[in-house]
C-alpha cells in the first residue's frame, strides 16, 4: 500500500538552484518480495536497477517492531553528551561512532563553510568484534542490533538472489561464489541535526555520493531529505525527492555491482538534505566478501561494449573509498 502526503503527489516544477535543479518528487517501483512469481519480480528488480538504482521493496519481513526498537536505541544514543559518544569511536575496524563533520561524503561538495565535512553523525555495527555502549545504559542495544543485523542481511540476501535471475544467473550465484561467506555486511544508524548554525546553512545531512558496495538497504523515521540525480553527468544536475513509504525499505545498488553490470545497472547519486528538522534513519550496507575478485559478467560485455573497468579485489575497492572520505 503506498501513502503519500498531498504535497508528495502534487506534481512540481523544476526549480534551478545554481549547478542544480529540484523536480519534486521521483515515483519509484516497489517490489514485492513475497510475490508467489519470482520470475516477474526478478523482471521488477531489473527494470529498476537499470532506470533507476533505487527501488522500494514491501512485504520483506523486517518487523515493524524491530525497527521502532533498532529507532527507539538511536533516539536515545545520540542525544548522549559528546563525550561519552566519542569513548566508541569508530576504530580502524570500522565499528562505532563517527561524530559530526567526520566523512564529507562529495569531495567536491559546493559548499564550501568552515565545517570540514557533512552534518550526519553515525553509529556502525559490524558482522562481529563491535563496541557496544554500556549494558548498564542500554541493557537491550546488543540483541536489538544483532537481530537487525542478521534480519536485514537475510533480507538482503533475498534481493541478491533476484538481481541474479534477473541477470540470467543462478539464485544463488552470488553465494556459490563465495559473495556471502563473511560477507561486509554493516548496519549504520545516521542521525541528521534539525537545527544548523549559521556556518552551516548550505552545508548537506549527507553530501552527494554513490554507495560503494553490492546493495545497501535503508529505513528512515520518514522525515524527507533524501534525494536522488540520475543523470549525474547531465548539467544542471536534476534532483529529485525520494518520498518515505510506510511498511517499505528502501534499496539501492552500489558502485561494486555497477562496475559487475558493466553500468546496466545504476549505482545512482544521492544525497540527504537538511530539511530543518532532526531526521533518523537506519542502512545496512551489503558488501562481497573481501577476497571476490569483481570483474565483468560476460552476459554485460561484448566487443561493442567492452569491459568499462579493469577487475578489482572487494576489499582493496572498499578500503580505498572508505579512506577517501573519512578525514
Ligand atoms: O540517511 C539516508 O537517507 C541515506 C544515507 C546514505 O546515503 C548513506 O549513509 O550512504
Ligand atoms: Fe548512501
Known sequence: MRRRSDQQQQQQLPITL??????????????????????????AVRKACVE???????????????????????????????????????????????????????????FTGSAAGDL???????????????????????DTMELYHSTTLAVGERILSLIALSLDLDAEFFHKIGALNCPSAFVRLLHYPGEVNESDRGNYGASAHSDYGMITLLATDGTPGLQICREKDRHPQVWEDVPHIDGTL??????????????????????????????????????????????????????????????????????????????
Open 52 to 110: 533507476h538504482g533505487f527501488f522500494y521493496v514491501s512485504n520483506h519481513g523486517v518487523d515493524g517492531a524491530l525497527l521502532e526498537a533498532v529507532f527507539a536505541e538511536s533516539r536515545r544514543f545520540f542525544p548522549q553528551a559528546m563525550d561519552g559518544k566519542m569513548a566508541l569511536r569508530r576504530g580502524s575496524n570500522h565499528r562505532g561512532y563517527t561524530p559530526p563533520y567526520a566523512e564529507k561524503l562529495d569531495a567536491a561538495s559546493e
Open 18 to 43: 545554481g549547478r542544480r535543479e529540484m523536480a519534486g518528487s521521483v515515483d519509484l517501483p516497489v517490489v514485492d518480495l513475497a510475490s508467489p512469481d519470482v520470475r516477474a519480480a526478478a523482471d
Open 120 to 142: 550526519k553523525e553515525s553509529f556502525y555495527i559490524g558482522p562481529d568484534l563491535n563496541r557496544w555502549p554500556s549494558e548498564e545504559l542500554f541493557p537491550s542495544w546488543k
Open 250 to 327: 528502501i534499496v539501492n545498488i552500489g558502485d561494486l555491482l555497477e562496475r559487475w553490470t558493466n553500468c546496466l545497472f545504476r549505482s545512482t547519486l544521492h544525497q540527504v538534505v537538511a530539511v530543518g528538522k532532526e531526521r533518523y534513519s537506519v542502512a545496512l550496507f551489503l558488501d562481497p566478501n573481501p577476497d571476490i575478485v569483481v570483474r565483468c559478467f560476460e552476459s554485460c560485455c561484448n566487443e561493442a561494449n567492452p569491459p568499462r573497468f579493469p577487475p578489482i579485489k572487494s576489499g582493496d575497492y572498499l578500503k580505498e573509498r572508505l579512506s577517501a572520505t573519512y578525514k
